[in-house]
């Protein structure tokens, strides 16, 4: 089992930036890829960004170029840095984890963003 914490979500003004954190406790060995998804109301949940062990990194179409998704193995933590963000932005952010044919969720953390 892995269990998966966010932290970082708020309220912020268009333009602005936010750092979501997720750290993963458990069987973190077992853990191959992390990302995060989001889900808007009334919209299905979609992926915004996913990293690797390796560090390859995936990201959704609407956040290129102003959200960075990270990893600091040592803390089993991964980040997403987000910048220059958007109304449209706002939503219910989930941490995810893969491993060993599991997808684990965290609990999310809602993001809001003011126009």
């Known amino acids: 089992q892995v269990q998966l914490v966010e932290s970082g979500g708020g309220l912020v003004q268009a333009g602005g930036s936010l750092r979501l954190s997720c750290a993963a406790s458990?069987?973190?060995?077992?853990?191959?890829?992390m990302g995060w998804y989001r889900q808007a109301p009334g919209k299905q949940r979609e992926l915004v960004a996913r990293?690797?062990?390796?560090?390859?990194?995936k990201y959704g179409d609407s956040v290129q170029g102003r959200f960075t998704i990270s990893r600091d193995n040592a803390k089993n933590t991964v980040y997403l840095q987000m910048n220059n963000l958007k109304p449209d932005d706002t939503a219910v952010y989930y941490c995810?984890?893969?491993?060993?044919?599991?997808?684990?969720w965290g609990q999310g953390t809602r993001v809001t963003v003011s126009s």
């Open positions: 458990g069987n973190i060995f077992s853990i191959n890829l």
């Open positions: 990293i690797t062990n390796s560090g390859k990194t």
């Open positions: 995810h984890a893969r491993g060993l044919g599991y997808d684990y």
